[in-house]
């Protein structure tokens, strides 16, 4: 994913997104922003929002699965709990963020230079 940015021509953007648009999608962004040195504060307030966006399709969702008699509260709005988990889960086992993406996402630091340099404006 961080390759693909990477490659983008200028003034193009990458569209990344999963079923609900929240956990994977949410997990995906939060290593996007950690790479771009985005303040972990901010990051989680950038996830915290999908619940306001997603309200109105939630709600849908919530309805319709009670027309199929489950349990509309499977449908989750996204939590802090979920991304501390993964962040304590990465700085448990690499430390931090930044040595996740550098060891198992096998991204460099000229890359993340790069990737700093095209993302970021001053």
């Given at each position: 994913m961080i390759e693909y940015l990477l490659e983008l021509p200028e003034n193009k953007s990458l569209l990344?997104?999963?079923a609900q648009g929240k956990d994977r999608t949410g997990l995906a962004a939060m290593l996007i922003l950690s790479a771009l040195n985005v303040d972990e504060n901010i990051i989680m307030s950038d996830y915290l929002l999908?619940?306001?966006f997603n309200a109105a399709k939630i709600a849908r969702e919530r309805e319709f699965v009670k027309t199929l008699?489950?349990?509309?509260d499977e449908l989750e709005y996204v939590s802090p709990e979920l991304m501390n988990n993964a962040l304590?889960?990465?700085?448990l086992n690499y430390g931090s963020v930044m040595n996740y993406i550098t060891r198992e996402l096998e991204i460099n630091d000229?890359?993340?230079n790069l990737l700093r340099e095209k993302f970021l404006t001053r």
């Open positions: 990344f997104h999963c999908t619940n306001e008699s489950q349990d509309p304590n889960y990465i700085k000229k890359q993340i």
